[in-house]
């Protein structure tokens, strides 16, 4: 059985040590051959020189150049490079694998020929007192939406996991990761393996710890992506995807009639207010359960506007920039949020 680990990397000198240490921490089937694919967007902050240290002790590890820096690019660099495998696990640099991760997803595949993709639970993990508050927010159906997988409970059939596994056969069925996309590639696939008759499996049994963006100002930017990005998944298919995505957009278009609801007097006014009024009071309720002090209530209540608005611009400007202007991505949002 070969195994191949693609893990996408740009400047995760922070975490791309430990990372590599799960990884090479788990615990295979017997006879198993794995083999790691760092797959480099040119770091320069000290990733590349970790990655180089780390493969003087793992005979198996490999560096991948990635010139483009994109991720995308980054996913197919590593699948090629690592050949025609039984399996492969991608993995985030952010991402730190339960020993049992990628064994679990091993049996489950095999158990199941009509699951091609498993992935499992996050455990989010922060740097400081923001990243603290933003994984407790995301950590909630609220922040992140019913159905989300980071937010289920139970095992059980999904439209999407993190850090997933999938047999090789998939990527010679439906073909690689779009590199089109600069976010949601993993969506666009994973609703690719769908349309083409494949499931996905969440399993809560395992885990991967990750490291949430640890300021508001990267998250905001994250979610404005994933957003933007989502419209374009959505053209390409013809199709919305997941019915959550338009909560973000609407909320938006919501705000805005509100804040034009103020050149009226009398009870368009009042009538405009109550949606907001009962969101900052289940916003309230959500931060309360949440919070293990009380001063993590205004914090986590701050949270969920940025990642529902920072999510319903970005899809907004997604559809006048895809749909309505007919253009392609701007450059501005093909940098990630790092």
């Known amino acids: 059985m070969k195994i191949s680990v693609v893990i996408p990397c740009r400047n995760e000198r922070q975490y791309i040590r430990e990372c590599m240490q799960a990884i090479y921490a788990s615990h295979l089937p017997e006879g198993a051959e794995m083999h790691v694919h760092v797959v480099d967007g040119m770091s320069n902050d000290g990733t590349r020189e970790v990655v180089i240290e780390l493969m003087s002790i793992y005979s198996s590890l490999e560096l991948v150049d990635n010139q483009k820096q994109l991720t995308p690019y980054a996913f197919n660099l590593g699948i090629h490079a690592g050949g025609k495998v039984d399996y492969v696990q991608i993995v985030g640099a952010r991402h730190i694998l339960s020993p049992d991760y990628i064994s679990t997803c091993i049996d489950r595949l095999q158990a199941d020929a009509a699951i091609w993709c498993v992935g499992g639970r996050i455990v989010n993990e922060y740097v400081n007192e923001t990243g603290r508050i933003i994984s407790k927010a995301m950590s909630s159906s609220f922040g992140m939406g019913i159905g989300n997988f980071r937010t289920l409970e139970a095992s059980g059939f999904t439209d999407t996991v993190t850090s997933p596994m999938y047999p090789y056969h998939v990527f010679e069925q439906i073909g690689f990761f779009d590199e089109e996309l600069i976010r949601n590639q993993d969506d666009d696939f994973?609703?690719?393996?769908?349309?083409?008759?494949?499931?996905?499996?969440?399993?809560?049994?395992?885990?991967?710890?990750?490291?949430?963006?640890?300021?508001?100002?990267?998250?905001?930017?994250?979610?404005?992506?994933?957003?933007?990005?989502?419209?374009?998944?959505?053209?390409?298919?013809?199709?919305?995807?997941?019915?959550?995505?338009?909560?973000?957009?609407?909320?938006?278009c919501y705000l805005i009639l509100v804040f034009a609801s103020l050149c009226f007097d009398g009870w368009i006014k009042v009538v405009a207010f109550v949606p907001a009024v009962l969101y900052t009071i289940l916003a309230s309720l959500v931060a309360f359960q949440l919070s293990d002090r009380s001063k993590d209530i205004f914090g986590i209540m701050r949270t969920f506007p940025i990642l529902h608005i920072s999510y319903g611009l970005g899809y907004l400007a997604g559809i006048f920039r895809f749909l309505i202007l007919q253009k392609k991505p701007t450059d501005k949002q093909k940098r990630l949020s790092r």
């Open 190 to 252: 994973n609703f690719r393996v769908i349309r083409a008759g494949g499931k996905i499996w969440y399993e809560h049994a395992i885990s991967l710890k990750y490291y949430v963006r640890a300021n508001y100002k990267g998250l905001w930017r994250q979610f404005y992506q994933y957003g933007y990005w989502k419209v374009c998944v959505n053209r390409k298919h013809g199709a919305v995807t997941k019915l959550r995505q338009l909560v973000p957009p609407l909320f938006v």
